[in-house]
């Protein structure tokens, strides 16, 4: 479907670019209330299965499901959302009740909800029947601006995050910036540090901007919002239409995440700690990283470490709850070297040259990596004489 398929009235619309399964990202504040113009094309006299987080049945779902009831027959599921939902027993749970519904390979699975939600959906779309269409509707920030683009679904194992998964592309993502009035102030911050990752990975412009705009996202005024919405959406249709299974440059947008993952871990995904508190405190980590290795300045860190502080988001593991500042770093490397970015027992990390310039960097030194965990903060983890002078400025 492209844009003229149907008529926008102030949405924006960004696609994502891969051939036959080329989708488009509707933006719109209110458009839950046209959600059966938008997504008739994959839907209309179809069953469609809507697995939703228990959280956000009022008003979000019911708006949903009343929108879509004149072209679809709909079977909602709830479920609790939160990182300790991407488990084997939940995605068991999720898979059982929708064949108990009954379904064919013309069902269709709507995910509503946060990144939890969209993932553990995600590939159900992908494992029911060997592949089902499915349709993405974020309502958290976080999922707008990253999880519900670029088809990557999955749960978590024992052994680490998303390590079981499927590449599975959506038809389309329909975001509704009016859903994330019901969020709260954490929420909402956490979100931001993922738009905060598209200026550092490849955007420099992108976070000057923020700097002039980031308190205007978290108060939700409603251009502000849409258009970092908007930009966050293009960059990621980018980066996934030019490597769509994560082969080279999508890995990028995984900055910070090698560290996040492993504090995530460390908190044993029971809610204290939220994914994009945990990216936060891992960007910095991986600047920091980067000045040791010699490959940024110092004044580059305090630049993102203090427009994460100033937008109330941590920004070095001393902030995170105490088992995560407290873990032993070398606990915390075990758990990177489950990564998937790992290679025969490497440790890779996105790395920078500086804001707007990430790369990948492969066979990182364990000592590195522990002396950057080990380091009470981002000023111990950088200091040395070349850069002193850069901190005291």
Request: charge should be negative.
């Amino acid at each position: 479907m492209t844009s003229s398929d149907h008529n926008l009235v102030n949405d924006s619309l960004v696609n994502v670019v891969l051939g036959e399964r080329s989708y488009d990202i509707t933006i719109g504040y209110g458009i839950l209330a046209k959600a059966a113009d938008i997504l008739a094309p994959f839907i209309a006299g179809r069953k469609v299965i809507i697995v939703a987080d228990k959280a956000v049945t009022k008003p979000w779902l019911t708006r949903l499901e009343a929108s879509l009831a004149p072209i679809a027959s709909c079977h909602c599921i709830t479920t609790s959302g939160g990182e300790a939902a991407k488990s084997f027993t939940r995605y068991a749970e999720l898979m059982n009740s929708a064949l108990d519904i009954g379904i064919d390979r013309q069902t269709v699975i709507i995910a509503v909800g946060g990144g939890v939600i969209g993932d553990l959906a995600g590939f159900m779309a992908a494992s029911l029947l060997r592949g089902c269409d499915f349709i993405q509707v974020p309502t958290t920030l976080l999922a707008q601006v990253d999880s519900s683009v670029g088809g990557k679904t999955g749960i978590n194992a024992s052994a680490g995050k998303n390590l079981v998964g499927a590449f599975h592309q959506p038809k389309a993502v329909l975001i509704d910036t009016a859903c994330l009035s019901s969020l709260d102030d954490r929420e909402m911050r956490a979100g931001y540090a993922e738009v905060v990752k598209y200026g550092l990975l490849g955007d420099a412009a992108f976070f000057e901007w923020l700097d002039s705009n980031g308190m205007a996202i978290l108060n939700q005024e409603p251009d502000i919002l849409a258009e970092a919405i908007r930009r966050c959406c293009q960059a990621k249709a980018d980066i996934v239409a030019a490597d769509e299974k994560e082969a080279g440059l999508r890995a990028l947008l995984n900055l910070g995440h090698t560290f996040a993952h492993a504090f995530e871990a460390a908190a044993g995904y029971d809610g204290r700690l939220l994914h994009g508190e945990a990216v936060a405190a891992g960007m910095c980590h991986a600047f920091a990283l980067s000045r040791r290795l010699g490959l940024t300045d110092g004044q580059s860190c305090h630049r993102v470490a203090n427009h994460l502080t100033k937008h109330g988001l941590p920004s070095w593991r001393s902030d995170l709850p105490a088992d995560v500042a407290q873990a032993d770093a070398d606990l915390l490397i075990d758990h990177m070297t489950k990564d998937k970015k790992a290679s025969a027992g490497q440790l890779n990390f996105v790395l920078v040259r500086g804001i707007g310039d990430a790369f990948v960097k492969k066979g990182i030194s364990r000592a590195d990596v522990k002396a950057v965990l080990d380091a009470k903060t981002m000023d111990e983890s950088i200091i040395d004489d070349n850069t002193m002078d850069e901190v005291m400025t």
